[in-house]
């Protein structure tokens, strides 16, 4: 059986590959290839998501967890271990992240001024650029191909099921007034050593951080609702370069290689559903990451396949 996924990004790449794991003859269509869409920009780390629906991205990012657990054994993937801590101006409230074992609420005397409370998370870090490649290699080796192409309707897509991981461009796709962009911009500098990462969660648009890579650091952020400006805002940057320096001084000083935006596809949940084209094909869609389309990428591809194989119902076609 041959599925089409519609999107080049983490999430079409990662579809894709489980697709063709669980024996389907997958591959992409994607108007940008991975090195041109949000994936690229992202900071890209496993970390513990609020996102909604919450029963479901608890269990899509432990099972992407686990993925990545067997993934950072390979220095290939781009993937590593990467300890971080989430620290908040106020206590924060009880989280059911505290019921996993990767996620420990921080005693007072590890919560530096001027923060009150926050969390030391076992999570991983992603270089994009790496990962990305490597996925789309992965996919190759599979027998999976990737074709540059605009679509314009889902129904013009050929294949016995279409999977539609187009990020923003589900807003068209998938007629869903629901998605909407949120702007992130953040700085790249070199990396002078550092290993784990930190957060400063107090502001949920400023949302600044510190995430260590091979080579670089990437420094956040914004989370700017509905904004769609690609071009870097110097403004924003010095802001940036004075929020991480405050949360990590190593970097305060650093020379910046990079500034980067992207756009996130936001949506009030994300969108794991199956659905029927006007010619009676299924479709189903993953879409509306926000911003954890990397940590939840396995776990929504695992939901993605166990939807294409589901033989009943008004889909017993399939
Ligand atoms: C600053 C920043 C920091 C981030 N940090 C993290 C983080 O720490 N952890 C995390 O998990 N996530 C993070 N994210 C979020 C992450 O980048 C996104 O959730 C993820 O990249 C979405 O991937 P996607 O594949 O769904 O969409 P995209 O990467 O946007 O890919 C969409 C694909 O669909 C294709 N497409 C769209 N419309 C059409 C069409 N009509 N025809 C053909 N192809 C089409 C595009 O060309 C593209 O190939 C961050 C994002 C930003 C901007």
């Known amino acids: 059986m041959r599925a ?11 579809t894709a590959v489980a697709m063709r794991e669980a024996g389907w003859d997958a591959h992409v269509v994607a108007r940008e290839l991975y090195d041109s869409t949000v994936s690229m920009v992202a900071a890209a780390v496993w970390t513990a998501t609020m996102l909604e629906p919450h029963e479901s991205t608890r269990r899509w990012a432990l099972a992407t967890r686990t993925r990545f657990a067997s993934l950072s054994e390979d220095p290939a993937s781009g993937v590593v271990p990467m300890r971080q801590r989430e620290l908040d101006r106020c206590v924060p409230s009880r989280s059911w992240w505290e019921t996993t074992p990767y996620v420990r609420r921080l005693g007072s005397d590890a919560v530096p001024a001027p923060y009150a ?4 998370i076992d999570g991983f870090g992603i270089e994009p650029p790496v990962y990305l490649r490597w996925l789309t290699t992965l996919l ?9 192409g605009e679509v314009d309707r889902l129904v ?13 461009g589900a807003a068209d796709l998938a007629d869903d ?6 702007r992130g911009q953040v700085v790249a500098v070199t990396n002078p050593g550092i290993r784990d990462g930190v957060t400063d969660h107090s502001d949920a648009e400023r949302a600044a951080y510190v995430y260590p ?7 956040g952020g914004t989370r700017q609702i509905g904004c769609t400006d690609l071009e870097p805002d110097p ?23 990079d500034v980067r935006v992207g756009l996130r596809p936001g949506r009030p949940s994300v969108r794991v559903e199956r659905d029927e084209l006007a010619d009676g094909r299924a479709v189903v869609h ?10 939840l990428s396995w776990g929504c591809a695992q939901d993605v396949v166990k939807l294409t194989n589901t033989l009943n119902g008004r889909f017993e076609r399939w």
């Open 235 to 257: 403004v924003i940057t010095q802001r940036i370069l004075t929020d991480s320096g405050q949360l990590d001084g190593r970097v305060a000083q650093l020379d910046v290689l």
């Open 177 to 182: 007034p629901t998605v909407h962009p949120i």
């Open 4 to 14: 089409t996924i519609v999107g080049g990004g983490v999430s079409g790449l990662t």
């Open 213 to 219: 890579r091979s080579e670089e650091v990437i420094l």
């Open 156 to 168: 013009d897509v050929e294949g016995d099921i279409v999977l539609n991981c187009s990020g923003l």
């Open 140 to 148: 190759a080796k599979l027998g999976g191909t990737i074709t540059v």
């Open 117 to 120: 409370g926050g969390f030391e």
């Open 286 to 295: 993953n879409y509306g990451h926000a911003g954890a389309g990397f940590l």
